[in-house]
């Protein structure tokens, strides 16, 4: 999470289906990788009261939420000395999803590992993890204890894999100085507002004060207005691809007017609708809450806000994605490492007032509710935990986004092809790609 760019990497790569290559996409995991894993002794709860084990902990918190971590870690690890010592292996995402399955056939991956939830599914359906269920049992854990939608994204095939550390979705940001003119103190909320504030903008003086962009994060855009005018992206069953429907078409039809009405440039090249931003050339954008450390850090002179992305369809919706603890099938092998595994992932995500820090929203009330952050930017996204939409727990979904979906949205923006018709086109790549994930990750 060093740069937009180092962001935009890993969850692009949910184009990588695990594979021996990481830009393969598509192949099965690693050799082994799919061996059912031994039964898992039960957690009880409580403290770790075996003999000391040492867990590896992989993760890809390279940048600047690395710092937030090792607290954390170090923390954990000097209040339970002798006891547990967590060895902390940090890789780009990009190269730490790819490895992992490999890596842990061969008994040289991590015991406990942090990934995004939309790979929970791929990794569970080879066995590469281990499931939950007794520590959301043992420790009474249920969904009024966390945000709501990302409670349900850790499950696949019904049981749980994850613990949710936080949620991170796209904002609103918005430049005051360009508000100002216009007598806005902040971005409308709403579709009329937000569209009278753009024409609004562009007679004050302000070219193009809606970048549109062609690829990163456009296909997040889309999910949000997709799920804002109802529409789904995948039938239940992981089957059909939804997202070519008429709230698909309505929801991509606004991102290229917005071309048309002169808010925004065409062809829009990646990260340059950011780069304007922070250059005073923007007034609206929607990116992550990953950027509000890199906007303190990096353009400490702009004025800046950010607010919930408006609801421009029927009820608001917005993309979000969540960092989930897991357990893998190598710590599986030895039951002392199991149980102490269980109980350093309960621990942590108790812990996720630190990691807020960072720039994230914890996934837990409690800590969401913390005084200590509650003016913290992003805070102020959770205020309607119902918009919260993620990706479902499909084996292979990422690949299915990368050469479908983000392909559709691109050639709609570029102008290559109406709205309807990229997406008709996207639509029957994806179902092509979910009925061969159905093969590959049959069990």
């Known amino acids: 999470m060093t740069t937009p760019l180092s962001r935009r990497s890993f969850l692009g790569l949910a184009g990588l289906t695990v594979a021996a290559s990481a830009c393969g996409g598509g192949t099965k995991l690693g050799s082994g990788s799919s061996a059912p894993a031994a039964p898992a002794p039960t957690f009880s709860g409580g403290e770790y009261s075996g003999p000391k084990v040492t867990l590896d902990y992989w993760n890809g918190f390279t940048g600047g939420d690395g710092p937030h971590m090792r607290t954390m870690l170090a923390a954990f690890n000097k209040e339970f000395a002798g006891r547990i010592e967590v060895r902390n292996i940090t890789r780009r995402w990009e190269d730490l999803y790819p490895a992992m399955p490999t890596a842990i056939a061969a008994g040289k991956g991590p015991d406990v590992a942090v990934i995004h939830n939309d790979w929970i599914g791929t990794f569970a359906a080879r066995q590469v993890l281990i499931s939950l269920d007794d520590v959301v049992g043992a420790l009474e854990l249920s969904e009024s204890d966390f945000i709501p939608a990302v409670w349900g994204a850790g499950v696949f ?189 309960d621990h942590m995500s108790r812990q996720s007032t630190e990691w807020a820090k960072a720039g994230m929203i914890p996934a837990r009330n409690s800590a969401r509710q913390d005084a200590a952050i509650a003016d913290l930017p992003q805070i102020r996204l959770a205020s309607d935990l119902d918009a919260f939409h993620f990706l479902p727990a499909l084996p292979g979904v990422g690949d299915v986004q990368s050469k479908a979906l983000e392909l559709a949205v691109a050639k709609a923006v570029l102008k290559e092809a109406g709205p309807a018709e990229a997406l008709k086109d996207g639509v029957a790549t994806a179902d092509k790609l979910l009925a061969e994930n159905k093969r590959k990750y049959t069990r």
């Open 157 to 345: 095939g019904d049981k749980r894999y994850g613990i949710p550390l936080d949620v991170h979705s796209l904002g609103d940001y918005w430049n005051a100085g360009h508000l100002d003119k216009i007598g806005l103190k902040e971005a409308p909320s709403d579709k009329a507002s937000y569209e009278a504030a753009l024409a609004e903008l562009k007679k004050a003086g302000v070219a193009n004060p809606f970048w549109m962009p062609s690829k990163w994060p456009a296909h997040l855009m889309f999910m949000s207005l997709l799920w804002q005018h109802g529409g789904e992206l995948y039938s239940e069953d992981g089957a059909k691809a939804l997202w070519g429907s008429e709230q698909g078409v309505e929801a991509l039809t606004w991102m290229v007017e917005q071309i048309d009405r002169g808010y925004s440039p065409a062809k829009v090249a990646i990260d340059t609708q950011y780069a304007a931003f922070k250059n005073d050339k923007v007034s609206f954008t929607w990116d992550g809450i990953w950027q509000i450390n890199d906007l303190k850090t990096n353009a400490p002179n702009l004025k800046w806000g950010l607010s919930p992305v408006p609801t421009i369809g029927a009820s608001a919706a917005v993309w979000s994605a969540s960092h989930n603890f897991v357990l893998t099938s190598q710590a599986g092998k030895d039951p002392n490492k199991v149980q102490a595994a269980k109980f350093f992932v």
